[in-house]
């Protein structure tokens, strides 16, 4: 092996419960991340998602605020 492969290598063998707990989340994560980025930045959603842009100014301020 050379040195980039040594620092690499992963001993599957010898991760415990906790580690493919860590390693299945990660990826679930990661994945997840993909698909948001996807879903937010495709041209077809844009009208959806904008038209909820200004959605917290619309509300109208309550009666404490007006005091």
């Given at each position: 092996?050379n ?16 580690d ?10 990661f ?37």
């Open positions: 092996m040195k980039l492969q040594e620092y690499f290598h992963t001993d599957w063998a010898a991760m415990t419960l906790h493919w707990i860590g390693l299945l989340l990660t990826v679930t994560v994945l997840a991340l993909i698909y948001v980025y996807a879903y937010v930045l495709h041209p077809k959603n844009r009208e959806k998602l904008e038209s909820q842009r200004r959605l917290p100014d619309d509300e109208e301020p309550d009666s404490e605020d007006k005091k």
